[in-house]
């Protein structure tokens, strides 16, 4: 059983930085595409960035500039490093894995393309 475990969150102004991290065994995971979710209060889940087994990355419009997906395999992790926060980014943040070795086009903002979900973790970014 695959289950991505998400840590960093927490509470930070307006301006600040915060990196978010999702470890996940249990599978090769160089080999594994990844990806950051979000769920604000209220409001849907929304993607935010993702990242090929290749190292390739993908944003949402909204953090473009600000976030900053990268992974390191040696330790099965992936990181959300997130700049110049805005109250508006307060959400819970989750990890998956996409279930894909090479996704199809246009699938890397689908949620229903990931099969493997952390529990995710709430980041609070006050004005």
């Known amino acids: 059983q695959v289950q991505p475990v998400e840590s960093g969150g927490g509470l930070v102004q307006a301006g600040g930085s915060l990196r978010l991290s999702c470890a996940a065994s249990g599978r090769t995971f160089s080999s594994a595409n990844m990806g950051w979710f979000r769920q604000a209060p209220g409001k849907e889940r929304e993607f935010v960035a993702a990242i090929s087994w290749s190292g390739n990355t993908y944003y949402a419009d909204s953090v473009k500039g600000r976030f900053t997906i990268s992974r390191d395999n040696a330790k099965n992790t992936v990181y959300l490093q997130m700049n110049s926060l805005k109250p ?36 609070t970014v006050s004005s």
């Open 88 to 123: 508006e980014d307060t959400a819970i943040f989750s990890c998956a894995i996409h279930k894909y070795y090479r996704p199809p086009k246009g699938t890397w903002e689908r949620q229903d393309e990931y099969d493997y979900w952390g529990q995710g973790i709430q980041v």
